[in-house]
Structures are given as structure tokens and as C-alpha cells.
């Protein structure tokens, strides 16, 4: 578990906030600026500082503290959000992030209906998180918190990001729209959105209602309705004024074909360079490197586009073994053949 969060109520709440600044202490661009440094061979501070068993352990706090980041960024934009209490780092590697307690329910959980007046607040907020260019993605409606006096919150700032495009931000959109209609319907829905966003925010989220581009949950919610979707799309279009309903964003799948072609580029690579450049420099080249800084690298890559720290960890260690120590067995194979044979 990467991350953990804890609601507390206002008497538990003594312990004091860390101050948005020491809020992140590794980047990804560090992680990336080492990883450059290590193949080339250069000598750096942060490498002799910093080995990669630490640097491992501490992305889960370092993840924590990039959620804390945001869930403050979002309060300064005064979007309803809980407020950060503490964090902390704790013994098995993870993280914990403690805010103050909603006395509510999400509405992925909450039975009772939802007003007009809830809609347009919710969307309130949505609008002020985007204008701060802060993109949620993960705006669903388990992430939508209705308190006790009928106001909804935002949570769950573990997959967002700052300084967002608009592709993200219209993301958020149209993942909201999506999983309000599936329980206040389209009409209302979509109602509701107009009366907050403007239209060119409702344009670019168009061609993202679609299922690719939705969270595992909202797919699931469609099956049992799936005349839900064309309908949201042709009443934007309508509510919009749009002469034809746009077609949907291409989205790139991962396919066999892909990873084929991927093959065959990694094998030409391996193939030509040998034919254009001198094989010892190359060979030169790969003793200077510092594979467990590209190992560090290639797991903070993973574990930001959303792979649990596990299988990312597992995955590079497994590459490792394919690629590096892998290719020793054959040739202790041949070796002790040889010796056998007299050979050596």
C-alpha cells in the first residue's frame, strides 16, 4: 500500500500541518536527471548521497506527500476539500495522510437524492479546481463527499496533477458527467453542468465520453446501462447547438501488433548500431552505467502512471533478471561443455 488516509475528528486534530514547501523532496525530474548522469558516466552529489534501496523506500512517502501537495493547492483555490491535518511516513515504507472528518457519505454510497442545488455546487467546485489548473483525474462520484448539511466536497487528490492540460481538465468533465447521469439522469446531468461550465468546456469533453477514456468503475456502472452514453452525448450536442454530434478521441490501446513492432525496433537497434558505431564505445558506455539508478527511474515511471508500487518494483527486477543475468546461464552452459570436452 503506497498511501493510507485517516479522517480525524476537530479534538484529535493537535497536530500541526508541514509547511507546503517541505511538502516534496524527490521529483521525477531529479529521478530522470540522475538516471542521465548515471549513463553518462558523470559523478553527482545526489548519486553518492542517495542509494537506491533509500530512494525506493521512500517513494511511498514521497507519493503521500505529492497527494498532501495537491489537496492543499486545491484549498488555496478554495475548492471544498478536507483539510490536511498531518503526514507522516510510517514503518513499513508506506505513507499516511491525515485530514479532518466529513461527517457524510460519498455519493457512490449515499441513497438519497440529490438537489438542484447540490448539482450546481458540485460543479462550482469542479470549475474552481480547473481554473487552478489542478485536473482530478479521478472524478467520480465515490470521490464526491455529501455532508451532513448538503454540501458536497472533493476527495481523494491521489492521482492528481498540477499545472494540467486541457485534455486532463476536460477528462475530469466529462468523467463527472458521465457518473452523475448514471444516477440523477442525463437531463439533469447535463442541466446541471450547463448552468456552471461554459460551453467550450462541455466541446472538449464531447469526444471524451467514451469508455476508454472513463475509470474502471464508471465502465462497470455502464453495462447495466448502456444506452446511457449515446444518449449523454447526443443531448450535449444538442444543449450545445452543434450541427453534428463529434466523433470520439482516438485512443491508443495497446495491442500485440504494438508490442510486435516494438520487438522488432528493439532488435533492429541491436542489430545496427553495431554496423554504424564503434561496438566498444558502446560497450564502454554501458560499464559507466548505473543500473540502479535506471531501475529507481524506470520504477518512479511506473508507480506515476499509476502502477502499484509491487508489480512496478517486481517488473524492473524481473527485466534485470532477463537482461543481465539471464544471458550468464548459456554461457556457463557452453563454458562447462568445453571444459568437459577437453576443449579448455
Known amino acids: ?155 481523494d487528490f491521489g492521482f492528481a496533477e498540477a499545472a494540467a492540460s486541457d485534455r486532463l481538465l476536460a477528462q475530469d468533465t466529462a468523467e463527472l458527467l458521465v457518473s452523475l447521469a448514471l444516477v440523477v439522469g442525463v437531463e439533469r446531468a447535463v442541466a446541471s453542468a450547463c448552468g456552471v461550465l461554459a460551453a467550450e468546456t462541455l466541446r472538449a469533453a464531447l469526444p471524451l465520453m467514451q469508455p476508454l477514456a472513463l475509470s474502471a468503475a464508471t465502465r462497470r456502472d455502464l453495462r447495466a446501462r448502456p444506452e446511457l452514453l449515446p444518449d449523454l452525448r447526443r443531448r450535449v450536442t444538442a444543449v450545445l447547438g452543434l450541427d453534428e454530434e463529434p466523433p470520439p478521441e482516438p485512443l491508443l490501446r495497446v495491442r500485440p501488433r504494438h508490442l510486435l513492432v516494438l520487438a522488432v525496433a528493439v532488435l533492429a537497434v541491436h542489430v545496427i548500431i553495431p554496423q554504424v558505431t564503434e561496438l566498444h564505445a558502446i560497450v564502454g558506455a554501458l560499464g559507466r552505467t548505473r543500473w540502479d539508478w535506471l ?36 554461457a556457463a552452459a557452453a563454458f562447462r561443455a568445453l571444459h568437459r570436452s577437453g576443449a579448455l
Open 295 to 330: 531501475a529507481a527511474a524506470l520504477v518512479s515511471m511506473l508507480i506515476r502512471f499509476n502502477v502499484p508500487s509491487g508489480p512496478a518494483i517486481a517488473g524492473v527486477l524481473a527485466f534485470r533478471l532477463v537482461t543481465y543475468w539471464l544471458p550468464l546461464f548459456p
Open 1 to 155: 500500500m503506497l498511501s493510507r488516509r485517516l479522517a480525524v475528528s476537530e479534538e484529535e486534530a493537535a497536530r500541526p500541518v508541514r509547511h507546503p514547501g517541505d511538502l516534496i523532496r524527490v521529483t521525477a525530474g531529479a529521478l530522470i536527471l540522475a538516471a542521465s548522469a548515471a549513463v553518462a558516466g558523470r559523478s553527482t552529489a545526489a548519486r553518492s548521497e542517495v542509494d537506491l534501496f533509500r530512494l525506493i523506500n521512500d517513494l511511498p512517502s514521497v507519493l503521500t506527500e505529492y497527494e498532501a501537495l495537491l489537496s492543499l493547492l486545491a484549498a488555496r483555490a478554495w475548492v471544498r476539500t478536507p483539510e490536511l491535518v498531518a503526514i507522516s511516513a510510517l514503518p513499513d515504507g508506506s505513507g499516511v495522510l491525515v485530514t479532518r472528518l466529513i461527517h457524510g457519505e460519498s455519493l457512490g454510497q449515499s441513497g438519497q437524492a440529490l438537489g438542484d442545488d447540490q448539482l450546481k455546487d458540485t460543479w462550482e467546485q469542479v470549475a474552481r479546481l480547473h481554473a487552478a489548473r489542478i485536473a482530478h483525474r479521478d472524478l467520480r462520484r465515490a470521490n464526491i463527499v455529501i455532508d451532513d448539511d448538503g454540501r458536497p466536497w472533493i476527495v
